[in-house]
Protein backbone atom coordinates (compact mmCIF):
# COMPACT_ATOMS: atom_id res chain seq x y z
CA UNK A 1 0.00 0.00 0.00
CA UNK A 2 1.26 3.80 -1.02
CA UNK A 3 1.69 5.76 2.15
CA UNK A 4 1.65 9.48 1.60
CA UNK A 5 4.96 9.63 2.00
CA UNK A 6 5.52 7.27 -0.95
CA UNK A 7 3.13 9.94 -3.33
CA UNK A 8 4.92 12.91 -1.72
CA UNK A 9 8.05 10.85 -3.27
CA UNK A 10 6.59 10.00 -6.22
CA UNK A 11 7.49 13.23 -8.09
CA UNK A 12 10.93 12.20 -8.88
CA UNK A 13 9.42 8.86 -10.54
CA UNK A 14 9.54 8.17 -13.81
CA UNK A 15 6.43 6.40 -13.41
CA UNK A 16 3.27 8.72 -13.51
CA UNK A 17 1.04 7.97 -10.31
CA UNK A 18 -3.03 7.06 -10.97
CA UNK A 19 -5.63 8.37 -9.82
CA UNK A 20 -9.49 7.68 -9.85
CA UNK A 21 -12.78 8.31 -8.04
CA UNK A 22 -14.59 5.68 -6.17
CA UNK A 23 -17.69 6.29 -4.03
CA UNK A 24 -18.78 3.06 -3.55
CA UNK A 25 -17.15 -0.28 -2.05
CA UNK A 26 -17.70 -2.83 -5.27
CA UNK A 27 -16.46 0.27 -7.80
CA UNK A 28 -13.40 0.66 -4.92
CA UNK A 29 -12.56 -2.75 -5.38
CA UNK A 30 -12.00 -3.03 -8.78
CA UNK A 31 -9.88 0.28 -8.59
CA UNK A 32 -7.62 -1.37 -5.99
CA UNK A 33 -7.21 -4.42 -7.95
CA UNK A 34 -6.24 -2.95 -10.47
CA UNK A 35 -3.17 -0.97 -9.37
CA UNK A 36 -4.44 2.47 -9.40
CA UNK A 37 -2.26 4.24 -6.63
CA UNK A 38 -4.83 6.48 -5.21
CA UNK A 39 -8.45 6.29 -5.05
CA UNK A 40 -10.41 9.86 -4.62
CA UNK A 41 -13.94 9.59 -2.60
CA UNK A 42 -14.75 13.26 -4.51
CA UNK A 43 -17.24 15.16 -3.95
CA UNK A 44 -17.99 14.80 -7.53
CA UNK A 45 -19.73 12.44 -6.30
CA UNK A 46 -22.88 14.98 -6.54
CA UNK A 47 -22.64 15.03 -10.11
CA UNK A 48 -21.52 11.42 -11.34
CA UNK A 49 -23.72 9.67 -8.81
CA UNK A 50 -26.18 11.78 -6.28
CA UNK A 51 -28.22 13.02 -9.03
CA UNK A 52 -26.90 17.28 -8.31
CA UNK A 53 -26.25 19.26 -10.65
CA UNK A 54 -22.87 20.57 -9.03
CA UNK A 55 -20.83 19.64 -6.59
CA UNK A 56 -22.40 22.34 -3.59
CA UNK A 57 -24.97 20.48 -1.96
CA UNK A 58 -22.79 17.35 -1.06
CA UNK A 59 -22.62 17.31 2.60
CA UNK A 60 -20.13 16.12 4.51
CA UNK A 61 -22.45 12.93 6.04
CA UNK A 62 -22.46 12.16 2.18
CA UNK A 63 -18.57 12.09 2.12
CA UNK A 64 -18.18 10.27 5.23
CA UNK A 65 -20.66 7.40 4.02
CA UNK A 66 -18.78 6.90 1.08
CA UNK A 67 -15.42 6.93 2.12
CA UNK A 68 -16.53 4.28 4.40
CA UNK A 69 -17.85 2.33 1.50
CA UNK A 70 -14.59 2.92 -0.47
CA UNK A 71 -11.95 2.28 2.42
CA UNK A 72 -13.76 -1.21 3.49
CA UNK A 73 -13.17 -2.66 0.16
CA UNK A 74 -9.41 -0.85 -0.77
CA UNK A 75 -6.50 -2.95 0.38
CA UNK A 76 -3.80 -1.19 -1.22
CA UNK A 77 -4.34 2.27 -3.01
CA UNK A 78 -4.34 5.38 -0.72
CA UNK A 79 -7.80 6.64 -0.06
CA UNK A 80 -8.27 10.37 -0.35
CA UNK A 81 -11.09 11.94 0.98
CA UNK A 82 -12.67 15.49 -0.47
CA UNK A 83 -13.61 17.86 2.02
CA UNK A 84 -17.00 19.38 0.51
CA UNK A 85 -18.44 22.68 0.17
CA UNK A 86 -18.10 25.12 3.24
CA UNK A 87 -17.25 21.67 5.61
CA UNK A 88 -13.99 24.65 5.59
CA UNK A 89 -12.69 28.01 4.88
CA UNK A 90 -15.87 29.72 7.23
CA UNK A 91 -12.89 28.86 10.37
CA UNK A 92 -10.58 27.02 11.13
CA UNK A 93 -11.65 25.05 13.81
CA UNK A 94 -14.71 23.64 11.93
CA UNK A 95 -12.54 22.65 9.22
CA UNK A 96 -10.09 20.44 11.65
CA UNK A 97 -13.38 18.53 12.87
CA UNK A 98 -14.80 17.83 9.59
CA UNK A 99 -11.32 17.05 8.20
CA UNK A 100 -10.87 14.42 11.61
CA UNK A 101 -13.81 12.93 11.50
CA UNK A 102 -13.15 11.53 7.54
CA UNK A 103 -9.82 10.55 8.63
CA UNK A 104 -10.85 9.28 12.18
CA UNK A 105 -14.02 7.88 11.43
CA UNK A 106 -14.64 7.43 7.76
CA UNK A 107 -10.90 5.88 7.66
CA UNK A 108 -9.16 7.78 5.05
CA UNK A 109 -5.69 8.41 4.68
CA UNK A 110 -5.67 11.88 3.98
CA UNK A 111 -8.06 14.88 2.79
CA UNK A 112 -8.58 16.97 -0.19
CA UNK A 113 -9.36 20.65 -0.16
CA UNK A 114 -9.89 23.00 -3.26
CA UNK A 115 -7.33 25.19 -2.38
CA UNK A 116 -7.01 29.17 -1.95
CA UNK A 117 -5.29 32.11 -0.02
CA UNK A 118 -7.67 30.96 2.84
CA UNK A 119 -6.90 27.29 3.23
CA UNK A 120 -2.52 27.67 3.58
CA UNK A 121 -3.01 28.31 7.10
CA UNK A 122 -5.49 25.52 7.60
CA UNK A 123 -3.44 23.30 5.75
CA UNK A 124 -0.35 24.09 8.21
CA UNK A 125 -2.98 23.01 11.15
CA UNK A 126 -3.82 20.41 9.45
CA UNK A 127 -0.46 18.71 9.07
CA UNK A 128 0.49 19.53 12.21
CA UNK A 129 -2.55 17.62 13.85
CA UNK A 130 -1.56 14.78 11.58
CA UNK A 131 -3.94 14.80 8.78
CA UNK A 132 -2.33 14.94 5.49
CA UNK A 133 -3.59 17.25 3.05
CA UNK A 134 -3.92 17.25 -0.94
CA UNK A 135 -4.30 20.51 -2.62
CA UNK A 136 -6.08 21.12 -5.07
CA UNK A 137 -5.73 24.18 -7.65
CA UNK A 138 -6.56 25.61 -10.93
CA UNK A 139 -10.60 25.22 -11.97
CA UNK A 140 -12.14 24.75 -8.51
CA UNK A 141 -15.82 23.11 -8.99
CA UNK A 142 -16.66 24.70 -5.25
CA UNK A 143 -16.44 28.08 -6.63
CA UNK A 144 -18.57 27.63 -9.75
CA UNK A 145 -20.88 30.22 -9.19
CA UNK A 146 -17.61 32.48 -8.60
CA UNK A 147 -15.69 31.93 -11.73
CA UNK A 148 -18.87 31.88 -13.74
CA UNK A 149 -18.34 27.94 -14.58
CA UNK A 150 -16.49 25.03 -15.48
CA UNK A 151 -14.17 27.41 -17.77
CA UNK A 152 -9.90 27.07 -17.70
CA UNK A 153 -8.05 28.59 -15.33
CA UNK A 154 -4.68 30.20 -15.72
CA UNK A 155 -4.88 31.46 -19.15
CA UNK A 156 -3.97 34.98 -17.74
CA UNK A 157 -0.37 36.00 -16.88
CA UNK A 158 -1.93 36.94 -13.70
CA UNK A 159 -4.13 34.18 -12.84
CA UNK A 160 -0.94 31.95 -13.96
CA UNK A 161 1.05 33.58 -11.63
CA UNK A 162 -1.41 33.39 -8.77
CA UNK A 163 -1.71 29.53 -9.44
CA UNK A 164 1.84 29.33 -8.69
CA UNK A 165 2.35 31.35 -5.95
CA UNK A 166 -0.36 29.69 -3.98
CA UNK A 167 0.81 26.12 -5.02
CA UNK A 168 4.45 26.94 -3.66
CA UNK A 169 2.80 28.16 -0.39
CA UNK A 170 0.89 25.07 -0.16
CA UNK A 171 3.90 22.96 -0.20
CA UNK A 172 5.15 25.20 1.96
CA UNK A 173 2.17 24.74 4.37
CA UNK A 174 3.01 20.96 4.17
CA UNK A 175 1.02 19.44 0.98
CA UNK A 176 1.92 16.10 0.12
CA UNK A 177 0.28 16.84 -3.46
CA UNK A 178 -1.31 18.81 -5.48
CA UNK A 179 -4.44 18.22 -8.14
CA UNK A 180 -3.82 20.81 -11.14
CA UNK A 181 -7.28 21.13 -12.72
CA UNK A 182 -8.43 22.16 -16.21
CA UNK A 183 -4.89 24.51 -17.21
CA UNK A 184 -2.76 25.48 -19.60
CA UNK A 185 -0.43 22.54 -20.26
CA UNK A 186 2.18 25.00 -20.18
CA UNK A 187 1.26 26.50 -16.74
CA UNK A 188 0.70 22.94 -15.26
CA UNK A 189 4.46 22.10 -16.72
CA UNK A 190 6.41 25.17 -14.73
CA UNK A 191 4.09 24.14 -11.71
CA UNK A 192 5.38 20.62 -11.41
CA UNK A 193 9.05 21.39 -12.33
CA UNK A 194 8.70 24.18 -9.43
CA UNK A 195 7.71 22.18 -6.71
CA UNK A 196 9.39 19.04 -4.90
CA UNK A 197 5.75 17.18 -4.14
CA UNK A 198 3.75 15.69 -6.91
CA UNK A 199 1.37 17.35 -9.12
CA UNK A 200 -1.41 15.13 -10.33
CA UNK A 201 -3.30 17.05 -13.59
CA UNK A 202 -6.75 17.00 -14.61
CA UNK A 203 -7.35 18.49 -17.94
CA UNK A 204 -3.67 20.01 -17.72
CA UNK A 205 -1.45 18.28 -20.36
CA UNK A 206 0.65 15.21 -19.92
CA UNK A 207 3.71 16.98 -18.32
CA UNK A 208 2.48 16.60 -14.80
CA UNK A 209 3.38 14.00 -11.97
CA UNK A 210 0.02 11.89 -12.88
CA UNK A 211 -3.05 11.89 -13.58
CA UNK A 212 -6.73 11.58 -12.15
CA UNK A 213 -10.14 11.51 -13.27
CA UNK A 214 -13.50 10.68 -12.80
CA UNK A 215 -14.77 6.94 -12.78
CA UNK A 216 -17.83 7.39 -14.81
CA UNK A 217 -16.01 9.51 -17.01
CA UNK A 218 -13.15 6.52 -17.07
CA UNK A 219 -15.97 3.74 -17.81
CA UNK A 220 -18.48 5.57 -20.02
CA UNK A 221 -21.16 6.37 -17.69
CA UNK A 222 -21.10 9.26 -17.43
CA UNK A 223 -23.88 10.99 -19.90
CA UNK A 224 -21.98 14.48 -20.23
CA UNK A 225 -18.12 14.03 -19.44
CA UNK A 226 -16.27 17.08 -19.74
CA UNK A 227 -14.00 17.29 -22.83
CA UNK A 228 -10.69 16.47 -21.09
CA UNK A 229 -12.03 13.06 -19.68
CA UNK A 230 -11.49 9.86 -22.22
CA UNK A 231 -13.78 7.21 -21.72
CA UNK A 232 -11.62 3.75 -21.63
CA UNK A 233 -15.06 1.52 -21.88
CA UNK A 234 -18.49 1.24 -22.37
CA UNK A 235 -20.29 0.74 -18.81
CA UNK A 236 -23.31 3.18 -20.31
CA UNK A 237 -23.96 0.04 -23.30
CA UNK A 238 -23.64 -2.56 -21.34
CA UNK A 239 -25.95 -1.56 -18.51
CA UNK A 240 -28.18 -0.74 -21.04
CA UNK A 241 -28.18 -4.32 -23.12
CA UNK A 242 -28.14 -6.29 -19.68
CA UNK A 243 -31.29 -4.28 -18.17
CA UNK A 244 -33.27 -4.26 -21.19
CA UNK A 245 -32.54 -8.05 -21.65
CA UNK A 246 -33.49 -8.90 -17.87
CA UNK A 247 -36.91 -7.39 -18.70
CA UNK A 248 -37.43 -8.91 -22.05
CA UNK A 249 -36.64 -12.40 -20.35
CA UNK A 250 -38.91 -11.62 -17.37
CA UNK A 251 -41.82 -10.22 -19.48
CA UNK A 252 -41.27 -13.34 -22.58
CA UNK A 253 -41.06 -15.64 -19.65
CA UNK A 254 -37.98 -16.93 -19.87
CA UNK A 255 -36.76 -15.59 -16.75
CA UNK A 256 -36.76 -17.43 -14.29
Not at 7 to 33: E, N
Not at 57 to 72: C, E, I, K, L, Y
Not at 160 to 187: N, Y
Request: proline share 5%.
Amino acid sequence: MPTVQDIRQASADTTPLTMLTAYDAPTAAIVDAAGVDMILVGDSMGNAVLGYDSTLPVTMADVASHTGAVVRATEDALVVADMPFLSYGADDDTGIENAGQLVKEAGASAVKIESGPHTVALTERLVQLGIPVMAHLGLTPQRVNQVGGYTRQGTTEADAQEIKDLARRHEEAGAFSLVLEHVPSELAAEVTADLDIPVIGIGAGAETDGQVLVLTDVVGLSASPPPFAESFGDVRGEMEDAVAAYREAVEDGEFP
